[in-house]
T-cell receptor
């Protein structure tokens, strides 16, 4: 089965603290994984994809095939990072089908 | 124009009404998608259009009828909906329907309420 699990519904941290949003996946074969973010009253947008191995807004995510994880990390959280974060897996079948996790709401307090 | 637009922003309809949602993109993308997002839940894929042809229907009830009149436009026709169909309906597009590096760009959504 193809599945994405985000175990935390809410992650609450103080400004400047490190952040790790967890994502685990279930997939046969080589997965393609993404992090999408939805800020308050804004549209869903791509934050990171594992293929490009980039850092966006200070966030990084590493694919760990052994642990089937793709956790999102940032060393020092900012208040503007408060948002809903979705981990997503590109499903099999030849089309650009995204399977989303349940999402984690990140709240960064001053 | 580098955005996906959706109209209307909000829609309230009765169970006997017929209405349509509209999605538009002018980025030259050849794949377009409809998602349904219930409150506090992730988006769930409904349909995928590839080069204006329906490629994926995720077992969506026939009261939802998608249409892709041209490469820039995607409609979702609604008829005889149920209150449980109330949700945020998201449209997205990507440059190609498959392959890597195909970021999906999302619209702001239409919030639908069925009375």
């Amino acid at each position: 089965a193809q599945r994405v699990t985000q175990p935390e519904k809410l992650l609450s941290v103080f400004k400047g603290a490190p952040v790790e949003l967890k994502c685990n996946y279930s997939y046969s074969g080589s997965p393609e994984l993404f992090w999408y973010v939805q800020y308050s009253r804004q549209r869903l947008q791509l934050l990171l994809r594992h293929i490009s191995r980039e850092s966006i807004k200070g966030f990084t995510a590493d694919l760990n095939k052994g642990e089937t994880s793709f956790h999102l990390k940032k060393p020092f959280a900012q208040e503007e990072d408060s948002a809903m974060y979705y981990c997503a897996l590109r499903g099999s079948g030849g089309y650009n089908k995204l399977i989303f996790g349940a999402g984690t709401r990140l709240a960064v307090h001053p | 124009d580098t955005e996906v637009t959706q109209t209307p922003k909000h829609l309230v309809m009765g169970m006997t009404n017929k209405k349509s949602l509209k999605c538009e993109q002018h980025m030259g993308h050849r794949a377009m998608y409809w998602y349904k997002q219930k409150a506090k839940k992730p988006p769930e894929l409904m349909f995928v259009y590839s080069y204006e042809k329906l490629s994926i229907n995720e077992s969506v009830p026939s009261r939802f009828s998608p249409e892709c009149p041209n490469s820039s436009l995607l409609n979702l026709h609604l008829h005889a909906l149920q209150p449980e169909d109330s949700a945020l309906y998201l449209c997205a597009s990507s440059q190609e329907p498959s392959g890597s590096y195909n970021e999906q760009f999302f619209g702001p959504g239409t919030r639908l309420t069925v009375l």
